[in-house]
């Protein structure tokens, strides 16, 4: 069983800096992954474009190149990647952490490959892994899906996406840039108000010449082997469909956060409760990092708003190591 300073949970952009601050100020660290490296940023769809400008992604002061101003999914993951083996970083890959438990000089970690002990815990496992669910008849059918990934897929398929935001209207445009026939389905009168601003005409103007069709104020009701039910403003609308897309966004592991300990709010946020001066949780020794802060307010943090994570939470343990020499 090996035994570190820092167990970090998550290799994503925040966890690998969580992992650099760590290795800078000399602290035993492993970095555990359920993934390859940046496993959320793998699972992206292949063609999207990042909100954030390239310099508003980089981690550690390490310049991130790319060819346009907002880099590409690929550029990430060549940036992010480089910078785990350039710095040689401790990470293991593709080890789910099954359990972390209190003991008595600090924590225990159950992997599926291995045992750990750690005198602190950082999380750092994002929101991009369980989908909202619609709970609705019919969405265990293989043609819906929660994630997208390529349009090649759905060309020449009658294809439904539901949702208003970034993910959704990306995808409803590639596919019919690819000969999907797409409807859109909207719970709100308007496409989302965070769109990106450069894709939000785009989608408007596809609307009001009727290239992709739209249903604003409904919501998916039924899912069919041939087709689908929308309840709309008017009345259920039956519709012919081969596949559907439900991108309504992605929640924490809000289960993991609670069998450690850490507590949520008790609301529909379930933002956990965290010192913002130190990262550090109602559970002492466990700190969070990144996305994961929001509950599901998942739009609030993002790579160029908690990367400054990292040094928190390292200064902090560094500080309470001093503290304890006194």
Not at 200 to 226: A, F
């Amino acid at each position: 069983m090996e035994h570190f300073r820092i167990v970090i949970i998550g290799g994503g952009p925040i966890g690998i800096a969580c992992g650099l601050e760590a290795q800078k100020k000399g602290l035993s660290y492993v970095i555990l992954e359920k993934g390859p490296i940046v496993n959320s940023l793998f699972n992206y769809p292949q063609n999207m474009q990042f909100f954030s400008s390239s310099e508003k992604l980089e981690i550690d002061d390490i310049p991130f190149i790319s060819t346009e101003a907002k880099p590409k999914r690929n550029e990430a993951l060549e940036y992010y990647r480089r910078i785990v083996t350039s710095n040689k970083l401790n990470i293991k890959l593709f080890e789910k952490v099954k359990k972390v438990e209190k003991v008595e000089n600090g924590f225990s970690i159950v992997s599926e490959k291995s045992n750990y002990t750690a005198d602190k815990v950082i999380v750092s496992t994002g929101f991009y892994d369980l989908p909202n669910k619609l709970n609705i008849p019919g969405e265990d059918l293989p043609k819906i899906a929660h994630y997208y990934n390529d349009p090649h897929f759905y060309a020449n398929q009658k294809l439904a996406v539901v949702g208003a935001s970034n993910s959704a209207i990306d995808a409803a445009l590639e596919c019919y840039r690819k000969g999907a026939e797409v409807t859109l389905i909207i719970r709100g009168h308007e496409v989302g108000p965070r769109v990106k601003y450069w894709v939000r005409p785009d989608i408007i103007n596809r609307i009001e010449e009727g290239s992709i069709k739209v249903y604003y104020n409904s919501k998916l009701k039924e899912v069919r082997q041939s087709g689908i039910i929308i309840e709309t403003p008017e009345g259920n609308v039956s519709l012919e469909n081969d596949f559907v897309l439900a991108l309504t966004g992605y929640m924490p592991n809000f289960e993991f956060l609670t069998n450690m300990g850490v507590e949520l709010s008790n609301d529909e946020k379930k933002l956990p409760q965290y010192n913002p001066e130190t990262m550090e949780t109602n559970v002492a020794g466990i700190y969070l990092a990144g996305v994961i802060c929001g509950g599901m307010e998942t739009h609030k943090w993002f790579i160029e708003n908690s990367r400054i994570h990292a040094k928190i939470i390292i200064s902090s343990i560094l500080e309470e190591k001093e503290i304890s020499k006194v």
